[in-house]
């Protein structure tokens, strides 16, 4: 498990306003081309690179381990190539971060593709609440020590998360903005191409729909007018998932999810993604009941709506704890297809 | 210090696309007036007022302490009103979580208004780190401890802690949009002047220039279209600052901060807002040097650098530990004149 920090929430300075960056997009390339033609690698991509591959050949060697990629948070799209200003996707990271427990409960190893500082598997039990991290804590005789009242619960959290570090079974890779997210997503896939079937996407991350072209990226904070309004006109980011389904990882089952805010488009949007993309599950939500049902809907049209029951959600019955060993099912038919 | 959450970060669904809300701004009055006639209020609001005006009694009756109100964070700005996509201002709040601890131990009370899971003073030194949680934990014995290389610092560091609640001394008032920022700061400033001169504005949070006037603002997310750009056609934040300085805190010292990434346009632009507002002081500071280097400027156009010595920055002293005594001082002349 990987703490290292790769400053991924730094000013991006790489290319600023190069103008030998040609404009996007590139006539006579698809989109996807396009886009990493005109974008810059994150410095620090193949440091993680070599970790990944490191990862996924221990794997493959000694525990025959199913390898998950969990995608987490949402992705941000600086304004300012010094960046000040943003654009952010609501999302905390709770779907991915609890998925990816899950996950390795059943078995799987774990690459955690996640915003910085978004919420974390295991420590995201106590993390972003507002419970300040003091407040475990007490001292007693002159030593600082874990408060009684949270010791127990936090021994158990704690055991599951050294049986992942000691184990090798999980990496944390982190991205701040889209372009990180992108090429970064694009790197691992092609590592896990060795993994064939046992590889499995698990797409729970908030993905900007827009983002500002690199070209066009102003190298200093945007100055407000004193009448003015602020225009941001912003390029649909290319629609990726088909370069994984076609390109990256034609091998892996491949998982997305729809969040819509508005029930009566949801299970339209996840069809329309499947025949798009062609690939094997969408896992529909909306944002307002998100904790307590999602629907899996199927390139054959079926809609298996998967729910807590109100017992369930009155003792904290995580629904991830419900997602995933039914993920683990759908892999298993692939796998075996 | 109150650790409870008014559900800041959720969809703000009061006056959604609520046709009697008329368009911002209205003729024939000032914009600030015009925007508060033209929003809603968090519905929190009244049960952080009643707190804020208990701790401000608390110290007018029992310690006589000063009060300083310091923001810190990012505001955001929604895009839609079940909130998918936002506007962010880049702030971790290092600036206002550590100055807020400094004027504890300088003898102040803090009220803390800042942006939600952004820093707070002392639990700052363990989050936001790329240690997790975790990692400062241990097993022995069958029992959870607090690692041997972390516990004496964190011991010193939860002394602090203690002692700030136990004094009645820190109230965390949270936000997320700029909204809120709005109302709560208006509201805060409203409630402190009965301090009179004993207050202290130190408005250290990243505050949006432009926001989406709720009467424009969609119900649903955004969809995207098939070819399509996303033109975001934001409106100017109203300048809050002269409403402070003559109306809300009259008495008050204040302290605004001015962030750029231009170094050639720091100091006029700190004027300018000094010259426009006609407040105390402006403290200005540039994104990649601010840990190491600030600049106090002041209405008679005195400029003075506080900057760390190579050494105090090998032995991470914090800027902010020359910072507030320097503040404190300005503030004792305020409090004189």
Redesign the interface.
Known sequence: MS???YHTSN?ETEGAIDRNVPDFPIAGQSEEESYFRTHSAPSYLPEIQAQLESFIEYHLKNTGKRIALVTSGGT?VP??N?????????SAGTRGATSAEYFLENGYAVIFLHRE?SL?P??RH???T??????Y?V?KD?????SPDF?PE??Q???K??AAKSSNSLILVPFTTVNQYLFTLRMGSEALKKMGKNALFYLAA?V???FLPQSRMP???IQ??A??????????VPKFLSRLVDNWAPRSMIISFK????DSILIKKATAALDKYQHQLVIGNL??TRKKEVVFVKPDSSQDWVRLTDKQVETNVEIESLIIPKVVQEHTLWINS
């Open positions: 703490g290292k920090s000013p941000t304004l300012e010094n960046t000040v200003r943003f654009i952010d996707n609501f500082f974390l295991y420590s106590y993390s972003h507002t419970n300040c991290f003091l407040d804590m001292e002159n030593k600082i020590e874990i010791a936090m021994l959290v704690l055991r998360y050294n908030a900007s729909d827009f190298q200093h904070k407000s007018q009448s003015g309004k602020l225009i941001v006109d912003l390029e649909q969040l819509e805010t508005d944002l307002q």
